[in-house]
């Protein structure tokens, strides 16, 4: 009940001071990974679309409509960016809501280039295993669009690099719903050498967990 109330709020992010920014992204992050991959109804549905779109573009006001004429030229400009943040945090959450949300091929495949770009960090690495991405990621692991499959993989394999994130890393993915993932693209006869190859490496490293 609460994600259309804060899908509108997004609206006034240009008039809040950007340190809020993050703390309403990160409640609008685990909100929607609280609903689930349940059946939602319509309205949500809709709703999530919006959201998705809105943090994918950013907010760009054209004045606050609460302030006078003069006032409302001055602040035309004001703008809220969330997936094109220069803030790597508020940057990441944006792109994992993205991830959530939308359904747009192209947006989806910049989300991924920008979680690829961002997971080459420490820093990036760290919020991955913080706001628990493995699900997310887990959701495009499908034959179907293989494209985005590719991309979701390349994610993978930028966290299986040799750092401190490795191993919480692997401890993550060692679950009934990501093998179950794996050995159903396994079990496909469309997946390319390429896809292949990217899966195997992702699992060879998982061998390798104590």
Not at 115 to 142: A, M, W
Not at 190 to 200: A, G, H, N, Y
Request: proline content about 4%; overall charge positive.
């Amino acid at each position: 009940q609460l994600l259309p109330i804060a899908t509108e709020q997004l609206q006034w992010m240009p008039f809040v001071n950007p340190k809020l920014h993050m703390p309403v992204i990160k409640f609008i992050y685990w909100s929607i990974r609280q609903l689930g991959t349940g059946i939602q109804h319509a309205t949500m549905t809709s709703t999530m679309r919006r959201l998705g779109e809105d943090i994918f573009k950013g907010i760009v006001s054209k004045g606050n409509p609460h302030s006078s004429s003069e006032q409302s030229t001055e602040s035309k400009s004001k703008s809220a960016a969330f997936f094109k943040s220069s803030c790597m945090p508020l940057r990441f959450l944006s792109t994992l809501i993205v991830l959530k949300t939308v359904t747009q091929v192209d947006y989806l495949a910049q989300a991924f280039d920008s979680l690829r770009i961002d997971l080459k960090t420490d820093e990036g690495k760290s919020l991955f295993l913080e706001y628990q991405c493995v699900p997310v990621i887990l959701s495009h692991l499908k034959v179907s669009s293989r494209g985005l499959l590719s991309s979701a993989l390349d994610g993978l394999l930028q966290m299986t690099t040799e750092s401190g994130s490795l191993q919480p890393f692997l401890e993550a993915c060692s679950n009934e719903s990501f093998f179950r993932a794996c050995s159903i693209l396994l079990r496909s006869s469309k997946l390319d050498v390429q896809i292949l190859e990217k899966l195997c490496v992702i699992l060879q490293k998982l061998s390798r967990i104590k």
